[in-house]
C-alpha cells in the first residue's frame, strides 16, 4: 500500500514539474515574442502577406491588433480559443460597441460565453463535425486566415501560418459564411469562388459545401512541375498520396513534413505508405505540434487553410482552404526561410 501512494505522489509531482515547465516555456515565449514588431495586414490593392511563430512572426500581436483598432466589426470563426489577451480584446471592443461576433466549436468553448461577457453575440457549433475554422474578419476589409486557434500554445509553440488580406470583396464573403452558421445546422452554402486580389488569384473552397475541393487538391498535385513541399498535422487519406507517388514518378521532388505524434498514431498508415514509395518524408521535433496544413508547388502557388488532408475534413467539418497564385518574391521568401525552420526542426 506504501509503495503505491509513493508511486502515486511521484507520479503526481512528475505532471505538476511538467505543467510548471510548460507554463514556464510559454510565459518565456510571451515575453520574448512582444519584443517583435507588430504584424500588419496589407493595405488596400497589395497581395495577401504570411506571418508563421516560426519565423519569427508574433501571432499573438497580430491578431489582438486586429482586434483593438477595429470600429465597426469584429467577426471570428475559431475551433479553439483560451487565450487571455485575446479574450481580452474582443470583451473591450464589445464594450466599446464595436459588433463582435464568435463563431466557435461547442465542445473546445465550453464557458466562452462567461469569458467574453454578455455583449459578444455568441454561437457554439454543435454537430457530427467540427467548427474547425480559423478566420478572423475586421470592419468588413481586412481578414485573418490560417491554421492557428487562439490559444497560448496555438499562438506560441504550435507551428502555424497565417494569412493576411485586405479585400473587401473576399472579406465580405467571409462574413457572410459566418452569418450563415447556426448552432446545430446553416442556413446555406457556399460554393467555390475566386477573387483577384493585389494581382493574384485567390480560390477560395469552404468545406463541406464545395464538393470537389479534394479533387482540386489532387489537381494542383497534378500540375506540379519541379518541386511539392507539404506540412501536414493530420492527413489520413490515401488519395493524395497516390497523387504525390505519380508525381514523384513524373520527376517531381516531394518532400513532406508530418507532426510526430500524429504520424505515430492517426496518420502513421499515410507515413508508412509514403515511406514505402520512398518520398523523402520527416517527422518534427519540436516542443509543439507541427499544426501546419499547406502545400507549396513550384515556388508559385500555396494551398493553406484549416483543413487538414483527412475525410473529416472534406465531409464533416467546418473547414477551408486557399490556393493563391502566382506566388510574388516577398511570400516565397517567408515560404523558404519557414520551409528551413521547418526542416531544421524535423529529421
Known sequence: MKKKKAKSISQKAVIKTALSLLSA???LCSAWIHKSPTPLAPSLGESAKFFSNQTGDNLELAYTSA???AKDSVILMIFSMTHPSVLQALREKSEEGVYVKVICDAKSCP???QKLGPK???VRRFGKGLMHLKILTIDGQECWIGSSNLTSESLLMHSNLVVAFQDASFTATMVNKALSLREYDKESEFSHQTFAIGGQTIGLSFLPDDKEG???IKELIRSAKKTIKIAMYT???YDMVKELIRAQKKGVQVEVVLDRNQAKGTSSKILELLQKE??????STGTGLLHHKFMWIDDQVLEIGSANWTKAAFTQNDDCFLVIQPLNADQNDHLEKLWIAIKQNSK
Open 25 to 27: 516555456f510559454i510565459l
Open 67 to 69: 482586434i483593438r483598432k
Open 111 to 113: 464557458h466562452i460565453i
Open 120 to 122: 459578444v453575440d455568441v
Open 214 to 216: 479534394s479533387l482540386r
Open 235 to 237: 492527413w489520413t487519406r
Open 278 to 283: 520512398g518520398i523523402h518524408t520527416q517527422l
